[in-house]
């Protein structure tokens, strides 16, 4: 099994940042591409942004595309989300995913290992 713990979360006015971490434990050897999705209150689970094993290929939803930046660092076993120019439409539960295949996807059932998720929250 693979163990993914997210922290990072926190409470930020509009137009700040935060970054989020994401450390992997267990049988890492079984993570490839890693990702992150948010849930907002009462709505579906979104992809927010995708990183494959090397790094070097990278997939963002259009809505944060240019203000969030994934990165990993697989020596450390750890993926991060920096969050800048922060929206109150950021404000959901962030969770980290991770797949055992190369493919960054957007759909939710395309990860195997979740974590358990850090809270966002940005006031206006």
């Known amino acids: 099994q693979v163990q993914l713990v997210e922290s990072g979360g926190g409470l930020v006015q509009h137009g700040g940042s935060l970054r989020l971490s994401c450390a992997a434990s267990g049988r890492t050897f079984d993570v490839y591409a890693m990702g992150w999705f948010r849930q907002a209150p009462g709505k579906e689970r979104e992809f927010v942004a995708g990183?494959?094993?090397?790094?070097?290929?990278?997939n963002y939803a259009d809505t944060v595309k240019g203000r969030f930046t994934i990165s990993r660092d697989n020596a450390k076993n750890t993926m991060y989300l920096q969050m800048n120019s922060l929206k109150p439409d950021d404000t959901a539960v962030y969770y980290c995913a991770a797949s055992n295949t190369n493919t960054v996807s957007t759909m939710v059932y395309h990860y195997r290992y979740w974590g358990q998720g850090t809270q966002v929250t940005v006031s206006s």
């Open positions: 990183i494959k094993w090397s790094g070097r290929s990278t």
